[in-house]
């Protein structure tokens, strides 16, 4: 007899909103850079860090599938899951998979660095990070140079995600971004469905978030 499945809500609005925005900021953010858009692309990198210390913070209290604890399994665990990508099986996921969720880390640490170094850059013309200042411009040139690195380490992660996408498709018929769109998924009717946080939390947060990189670029030394 072949199980019922449902659809069932894993991602909260939040989420969504934060992972698409941010693909589009990325996106945004190497466009500006490559065209020398230097304000911009600050501008870009400001709103970047926002998002980035709201996802930190939902993290901890949001929805279930938001909250690292939840999506963060052992090395050991993500390294099993991958030795299955071969086989054509049901996807019975809440939210991200073991191997899943050590890229989505990656990702988040990949992208605080970029934003990090970013604060400490300049483009030896006219533009500067709000701590160039406060670092000097030697430790600042060499910031720069690592800034430069962390695009071509994220270029590279973006890669292998759609390229995990496209994988995840081909071989298990498994389905990732349409979840990500609508926020449902069909689970077997007997999942239990994990708690959705308030969204009006997650604007307190974000606002929160904001306000404080706000506070960074506008009172930095």
């Given amino acids: 007899m ?3 499945h449902l659809p069932m809500r894993i991602w909260d609005l939040p989420i969504r909103l934060f992972h698409w925005l941010l693909v589009c900021l990325v996106a945004f953010s ?3 850079h490559r065209q020398h858009w230097m304000e911009l692309h600050m501008l870009s990198g400001y709103t970047i860090l926002s998002l980035l210390l709201f996802r930190v913070v939902w993290g901890f209290i949001g929805s279930d599938t938001a909250r690292f604890t939840f999506f ?3 090395p050991l665990e993500a390294l099993r899951h991958l030795s299955h990508l071969h086989r054509r099986e049901p996807d019975t996921e809440i939210g991200h998979n073991a191997a899943g969720g050590w890229m989505v880390l990656v990702m988040l640490g990949l992208l605080f660095a970029q934003v990090a170094t970013g604060l400490g850059s300049n483009d030896d013309i006219a533009v500067e990070g709000p ?3 406060l670092l000097g411009k030697e430790l600042s040139d ?4 690592w800034h430069h690195l962390g695009a071509n380490l994220i270029l590279a992660m973006v890669g292998m995600h759609i390229l ?3 994988t995840y498709a081909v071989l298990k018929r498994h389905h990732l971004v349409r979840p990500m769109i609508t926020g449902k998924k069909r689970l077997p009717g007997a999942t239990r469905a994990p708690r959705i946080a308030s969204p009006v939390l997650a604007a307190v947060v974000y606002i929160i978030a ?3 990189v ?3 670029v506008r009172f930095a030394p």
Avoid: G, H, N
């Avoid at 060499?142 to 140079?145: D, G, K, L, R």
């Fill in 164 to 166: 995990a996408i496209v």
């Fill in 142 to 145: 060499a910031i720069t140079s």
């Fill in 72 to 74: 963060l399994k052992s």
């Fill in 210 to 212: 904001a306000a404080a």
């Fill in 30 to 32: 190497w466009i500006t």
């Fill in 2 to 4: 072949r199980q019922l």
């Fill in 131 to 133: 701590l160039v200042r």
């Fill in 214 to 216: 706000f506070a960074l």
